[in-house]
């Protein structure tokens, strides 16, 4: 059991580590909780959410088909059905997938828990004022969190699917493409953006401990663009229009991420002064 520590007790390092054990099995066993009630969810997950983006009616493609109607443009959006097949290909392909996309809904489902649980470990190495923030830097990174996974489903994932369904180096040569690529190319895009959404939060400890100021922020502003740029180029299809949608939210958190940056420096600085 994890040792029962009494107010102002030092801990030694093996405590700490005794102590961050049972923090990683609390939330391993939050994680595999959730992905049990995945895993006997298996028709939902699969035929509605895994692969809706998938089909010719996914609500993306529909706002999109709306939007380039209206302003005359041809995006590619408006279908009826995306031209290939998924398939497996291994004789435990279908299980695999079944378990290791359980596992990354479970993280998902369970990620507020898992931030609790970070929190109550660094927890006791924070004032009493700061530890008053608790449920909302819970509510926050959570929040931030699930923002991303939204918009990595519903943009960056029907966007790459779109593309790369549809493109052909030839006519011969048919898009039928195996299980593990498509829900490889559904995580990769939901947990990144997922992750990325927790930029302000990142910023703000960094911040915190005099890592990162708002005027480094300000000034590497330009470089961080490209970087967006850059970034959004590698986890979209390669057109102009995909890369400035997922770029303009990013860039709009880096903005954010300055605001929360100038006003936490604000703060130590005055800390600083009334302790001199």
Same mark, same amino acid.
């Given at each position: ?56 009616? +996914? ?47 479970? +993280?998902?489902?369970?990620? #507020? ?66 299980? =593990? =690529?498509?829900? =490889? ?7 990144? =953006? ?5 930029? #302000? ?76």
């Amino acid at each position: 059991m994890a040792k029962v520590k009494t107010p102002n007790e030092e801990m030694s390092f093996l405590d700490h580590l005794e102590d961050l054990r049972w923090h990683l099995i609390r939330a391993t066993l939050a994680i595999v909780i959730a992905a049990t009630v995945a895993f006997l969810a298996k028709g939902f997950i699969f035929d509605v959410l895994l692969f809706g983006p998938s089909q010719g009616d +996914f609500w993306t493609y529909d706002i999109l088909c709306r939007i380039t109607n209206f302003v005359g443009v041809d995006g590619g959006f408006c279908f009826q059905e995306l031209p290939f097949t998924i398939q497996s290909r291994t004789m435990g392909g279908q299980f695999a997938a079944h378990i290791w996309v359980s596992i990354t809904a479970g +993280f998902i489902i369970a990620f #507020p828990y898992v931030i609790y649980e970070f929190w109550k470990f660094v927890a006791p190495a924070m004032k009493t004022n700061e530890k008053s923030n608790a449920r909302g830097f819970i509510f926050i990174s959570s929040l931030l969190f699930f923002l991303g996974v939204l918009f990595g489903y519903y943009v960056i994932t029907p966007l790459s699917i779109n593309f790369l369904g549809k493109y052909q180096v030839s006519e011969l040569v048919l898009n039928e493409f195996d299980i =593990s =690529s498509y829900i =490889s190319l559904v995580r990769a895009s939901v947990l990144a =953006s997922g992750l990325i959404f927790e930029l #302000p939060i990142i910023i703000f400890f960094l911040t915190k401990v005099g890592v990162i100021t708002p005027q480094f922020l300000r000034t590497y502003r330009k470089y961080a663009l490209v970087l967006v740029l850059i970034f959004s180029a590698i986890i979209t299809p390669p057109d102009i229009v995909s890369q400035i949608i997922v770029a303009i939210p990013v860039l709009v958190l880096y903005e954010i991420s300055i605001m929360i940056s100038a006003i936490v420096f604000k703060r130590e600085e005055k800390k600083l002064r009334k302790r001199v």
